[in-house]
């Protein structure tokens, strides 16, 4: 079965954007070659890149003509967009989904192939991560502060335990942690530390 994969920016507060939709990192993260590969290697990974309708415009007005390296398995590896709204799709090897969320991404998971990776979002993340669906998450932290913006969790049932998995820092401050939800016992509601 096929592991759903969230991958995202994320600013140290934890916010995947700024309220107007915005990613303001900062600069100079291209110049970084170990961040821009393992982004690569990430991409390129995919069996499937998943996102809900927002990011999906954004992206299908950019990748088709874009000459960056990450164009080619943006355009290339089929795409899925979450969508109750989207009636057609113009950016090639992308397909609707508009059922239920969380039998769509079981649909996905039974299919063959490679891992599936969601890129958000904020709304498409946060229910994935409500509804329990994310095996592993990748976040990139980035080195700065919103102050307010579209949270990553939001209005979770209850807490969501992590385990650290693997974390790597870059020269540009750019932090990669990536983690896998763990199980607490039911007789251990909450945090266990």
């Given amino acids: 079965m096929r592991r759903l994969i969230l991958q995202t920016s994320i600013s140290i507060d934890g916010y995947v954007a700024a309220l107007d939709r915005s990613h303001p990192w900062g600069e100079g993260r291209e110049d970084d070659e170990a961040f821009k590969r393992w982004i690569l290697d990430s991409v390129w990974a995919a069996g499937a890149h998943l996102m809900g309708r ?16 990450y164009a080619a398995p ?8 979450f969508s109750k709204t989207l009636q057609r799709t113009d950016w090639p090897e992308t397909r609707i989904a508009s059922g239920d969320l969380a039998e769509e991404i079981g649909r996905l998971k ?34 700065a502060a919103l102050g307010a913006g579209l949270p990553l969790f939001k209005d979770l049932d209850a807490p969501l335990h992590l385990e650290l998995i693997e974390a790597t820092a870059y020269a540009t401050g750019v932090a990669i942690h990536v983690y896998r939800p763990r199980s607490v016992p039911a007789d251990q509601p909450g945090d266990p530390a």
């Avoid at 415009?57 to 990748?63: K, L, N, S, T, V």
């Avoid at 943006?74 to 967009?81: A, D, G, Q, S, Y």
Wanted: aromatic letters at 8%.
């Fill in 110 to 143: 039974r299919e063959p192939g490679k891992d599936l990776i969601a890129y958000g979002g904020a709304t498409l993340d946060q229910a994935l991560s409500r509804l329990g669906l994310v095996d592993e998450y990748r976040l990139m932290i980035q080195p």
């Fill in 54 to 69: 927002v990011t999906y415009e954004e992206m299908a007005a950019f990748w088709p003509t874009s000459t960056s390296e």
């Fill in 74 to 81: 943006m355009n290339e590896i089929p795409k899925v967009v």
